[in-house]
């Protein structure tokens, strides 16, 4: 399918599904799921209503895949979720209305507790669970092991607050020897984790440059202090200057392909 033709598609899927995931970050999620550079499966910690958990899903079964894994507790225990409560029924509903509830493995319950069983390869990352640091840490601590070689890490709210997606990629990410290709889609921040140093350092000035990009931010965010306007109004910039995703074609160009 031509991927025009499945972002359409996905769009469709999502009609009346709430989501806190923009347009330009849906293609972008459809991109890394449907143009794999690494073997293994795709994983999602958070997964809300199932509006990323459609994309992954739709863009995953167009690249052949035959499962993709979805982590989510569907109840609000931290205090950066929404009021206490369960939307695990409505998350139910929307995947059975975009045909993809047979699809997707569900592992209802704490990101830690799956990592305990966890054995298959990673081939898409996707972070957007809790933000606060120590937890965005943890999850992408807990799961790094079983990152495939050409694996691709995305974080949801990069550019949001709390500050715990921006600062781990940003420093456990962007500052890391092990990932190469890299950038800014709207508020997802990604990276591709490489095995070979020499691969990865073709990319250390992309990275350099995006690290210096978050500086101002990170600074801003882990301060004591209010967040100041300026720092709001320099969020808004990055946000418009990374607006766009790259088409397929650019995409591939940027990544190595090690499946």
């Given at each position: 399918m031509h991927f025009r033709n499945l972002v359409r598609e996905i769009r469709e899927a999502l009609a009346g599904v709430e989501r806190t995931i923009k347009g330009y970050e849906i293609d972008f999620l459809a991109l890394i799921a449907a143009y794999p550079a690494a073997?293994?499966?795709?994983?999602?910690?958070?997964?809300?209503?199932?509006?990323?958990?459609?994309?992954?899903?739709?863009?995953?079964?167009?690249?052949?895949?035959?499962?993709?894994?979805t982590v989510d507790p569907f109840t609000n225990p931290c205090e950066t979720d929404l009021p206490e409560g369960t939307c695990y029924p409505e998350f139910q509903n929307n995947l059975q209305r975009a045909g993809m509830d047979s699809f997707v493995k569900?592992?209802?319950?704490?990101?830690?507790?799956?990592?305990?069983?966890?054995?298959?390869?990673?081939?898409?990352?996707?972070?957007?669970?809790?933000?606060?640091?120590?937890?965005?840490?943890?999850?992408?601590?807990?799961?790094?092991?079983?990152?495939?070689?050409?694996?691709?890490?995305a974080f949801h709210d990069v550019l949001g607050l709390p500050s715990g997606p921006l600062r781990v990629f940003a420093n456990d990410v962007l500052l890391s020897r092990e990932?190469?290709?890299?950038?800014?889609?709207?508020?997802?921040?990604?990276?591709?984790?490489?095995?070979?140093?020499?691969?990865?350092?073709?990319?250390?000035?992309?990275?350099?440059?995006?690290?210096?990009?978050?500086?101002?931010?990170?600074?801003?965010?882990?301060?004591?202090?209010?967040?100041?306007?300026?720092?709001?109004?320099?969020?808004?910039?990055?946000?418009n200057r990374y607006r766009q995703s790259p088409s397929p074609k650019q995409f591939l160009q940027r990544v190595e392909v090690l499946r």
């Open positions: 073997g293994g499966c795709v994983l999602e910690i958070g997964a809300f209503k199932g509006a990323s958990t459609i994309v992954l899903s739709k863009a995953a079964c167009a690249a052949g895949d035959d499962h993709i894994w569900v592992f209802k319950g704490l990101s830690q507790d799956l990592a305990k069983e966890w054995r298959e390869p990673i081939r898409v990352l996707w972070i957007d669970g809790d933000h606060r640091y120590e937890a965005t840490k943890q999850d992408f601590e807990l799961f790094r092991p079983f990152l495939a070689d050409g694996a691709i890490v990932f190469g290709a890299c950038g800014l889609s709207g508020t997802v921040g990604w990276a591709q984790f490489v095995k070979d140093r020499q691969l990865a350092a073709r990319h250390s000035e992309t990275k350099a440059k995006l690290r210096r990009a978050l500086a101002a931010q990170i600074s801003a965010t882990t301060s004591s202090m209010p967040v100041p306007r300026i720092a709001r109004w320099r969020q808004l910039l990055l946000r």
